[in-house]
């Protein structure tokens, strides 16, 4: 800086140091969503329910090469940490902006990239939470057998990719309505869950959906999944591609919101 | 030279077509306790957001402590208290004034805050349960959380009854005797007399008055007028009267005037008969009237609507 600034009278720090002002948001938004019922069953419990229903009672049968409860495990862990992933978001940011709180904290020192951090951070730790829950559900009572590196891999490879859905919930978080943001994300979850093969294998789905299911995001991250726990599917490079893609369309998107906000609101 | 807490350099904002704010420039000492003034839809929100950098000037700058009012360091130093906004609440009292306090290099202790705004027995309760009174106190905390050296409040007292709102008044000065510079907007006179050493009437985006209170006073403490008579006065009957806004029409006539006696006096003695005669004390909206110099009914019709 060219400009001399005067020596404050309380020069010790001019501003709050910025990692404990993380932890304490990153503490902040984990229980703010921990204390939210409705994400808690919805997102967190619902794929295991679901689990419960439709892969435990078909955990002999056979499923793209592997047993059915191993392949549909990893269909539903795709569905919940998706799921998790728009609605963490989505929810939260669509609730601040319902409560003008986001006016608020913008006046406040904390910088906007903590805050999003914080949120990203909050979201892949639910994330993980359900996955973890789902896999030992599937291990102890499904029966789901594979070594501890591949589960690491499935988890793993499953909250990575699913890094691209978190900008799609930022985007659809500022782009909704506050009160219908819930309703929205959902709108956008189930029909592509059941488009690619989350709930009912691809292979038994109506001919034209089997036809849309290739071009979906949530159909190539499923594939990663189903590899992973050993399905016979094909190389799937070429499905992380596609993540990559989609990542970049929903970044362009969640950037656009973002400016639309910023010029509606703080403009 | 050190440099004011707030300053606004000839600042213009639009909202599309709707002109907010009209080339207004206003500097603000740090120790000053200003109250900004005006009807709803002034201008006074607008005033606040860009000095705190919450919006940008159409043209024209905002300073706090002589920076841009966006950088880190300036709203270190800062502390906010808006209208209408909310707090999560599945944050509980206590939560969330410490994940606010983590915001600031040198923050008030927990407790200390606790105790000031009432809140001690609230501590552990859920944000979304309190009452509209409550919240204002956790957004009262809040903002005083970081020890700001300047405090803006946006309409503190809003939708509070009377006995809470003179609670509130206490908790700010209380705060003001810290040596804190506040700024503050309200819509009620009584409220920026009780609280402010300053007053700043801002009306349609235009700073109309800048005063003492007592100054701000003197020049609207007036009684509005009216009566007929059973003929026309002559013409030039109150020339020489200290009154404002007279209209003679026919018999009926109406004036401002903070000595009405003195004009009464005169009319009564004539042996005129005088009917329907009304004498109100002007409210904020007329007061700012009075302060504009604009014509009234159509004056006070425009800020109706606006509100």
């Known amino acids: 800086m060219t400009k001399e600034v005067p020596a404050p009278a309380r020069s010790e720090s001019l501003a709050a140091p910025l990692l404990p002002m993380l932890v304490a948001q990153l503490k902040a938004e984990l229980i703010k969503l921990w204390r939210v019922p409705a994400f808690l069953v919805f997102s967190v419990a619902f794929p295991i329910v679901l689990y419960a229903c439709i892969g435990l009672p078909r955990s002999d049968a056979r499923l793209g090469g592997v047993s059915a409860s191993a392949y549909i495990l990893a269909s539903l862990a795709t569905y919940g940490v998706v799921s998790v992933m728009l609605h963490s978001f989505g929810n939260s940011l669509a609730n601040e902006r319902a409560q003008r709180m986001h006016v608020l904290m913008r006046a406040t020192p904390l910088p906007g990239w903590i805050h999003l951090t914080a949120r990203s951070l909050t979201a892949v730790g639910f994330g993980l939470a359900v996955l973890l829950a789902l896999c030992l559900f599937g291990a102890i009572i499904g029966n789901v057998d594979l070594p501890l590196a591949r589960w690491a891999v499935l988890i793993g490879s499953l909250l990575l990719g699913s890094l691209p859905f978190l900008t799609l919930g930022l985007g659809i978080g500022y782009l909704v309505s506050p009160g219908s943001a819930p309703a929205a994300i959902n709108l956008v979850l189930l029909p592509l869950s059941f488009a690619s093969g989350l709930f009912v294998p691809v292979s038994q789905l109506p001919d034209l959906v089997q036809r849309v299911a290739p071009f979906l995001p949530t159909y190539h991250l499923a594939r990663v999944a189903w590899y992973t726990v050993g399905a016979e599917t094909p190389d799937v490079s070429g499905s992380v591609l596609w993540l990559v893609a989609y990542g970049v369309v929903f970044m362009f998107l969640a950037l656009r919101a973002l400016e639309r906000e910023e010029t509606r609101q703080f403009g | ?307």
């Open chain 2, 1 to 307: 030279m050190r440099s004011a807490s707030v300053e606004l350099h000839d600042v213009s904002k639009s909202y599309g077509n709707v002109q907010a704010l009209h080339s207004v420039s206003l500097r603000i000492e740090r120790g000053e306790v200003v109250a900004v003034l005006g009807p709803n839809g002034a201008g006074k929100s607008t005033s606040i957001a860009i000095m705190l950098g919450l919006r940008r000037p159409t043209t024209g700058q905002a300073l706090l402590f002589g920076e841009p009012p966006g950088s880190r360091r300036a709203r270190s130093r800062i502390g906010v208290m808006l209208q209408e906004s909310g707090v999560p609440p599945t944050l509980k009292v206590r939560e969330l004034i410490d994940l606010f306090r983590t915001y600031y290099p040198r923050p008030l202790s927990t407790e200390e805050l606790l105790l000031q705004t009432g809140l001690d027995d609230k501590a552990n309760t859920l944000l979304g349960t309190l009452s509209g009174g409550q919240k204002q106190r956790v957004y009262f905390a809040l903002a005083i959380c970081g020890d700001p050296e300047v405090l803006f409040l946006d309409e503190p007292t809003n939708g509070l009854d009377v006995e809470s709102r003179r609670v509130f008044w206490d908790r700010i000065r209380e705060f003001a005797t810290r040596g804190a510079t506040i700024v503050l907007t309200t819509h009620n006179l009584q409220e920026a007399d009780a609280l402010a050493h300053r007053i700043v009437v801002i009306d349609k985006g235009r700073i109309v008055a800048d005063d003492t209170p007592s100054g701000i006073k003197a020049r609207t403490a007036g009684k509005h007028i009216s009566f007929t008579t059973g003929h026309p006065l002559p013409l030039g009957f109150f020339d020489d009267l200290p009154l404002s806004r007279l209209a003679v029409n026919e018999s009926a006539v109406t004036f401002v005037s903070s000595e009405p006696e003195v004009a009464l006096k005169r009319v009564f003695r004539t042996d005129c008969t005088v009917s329907d005669l009304e004498i109100t004390a002007i409210g904020l909206e007329e007061a700012v009237l009075s302060l504009t110099g604009r014509n009234g009914s159509s004056g006070v019709e425009a800020s109706r609507d606006r509100s």
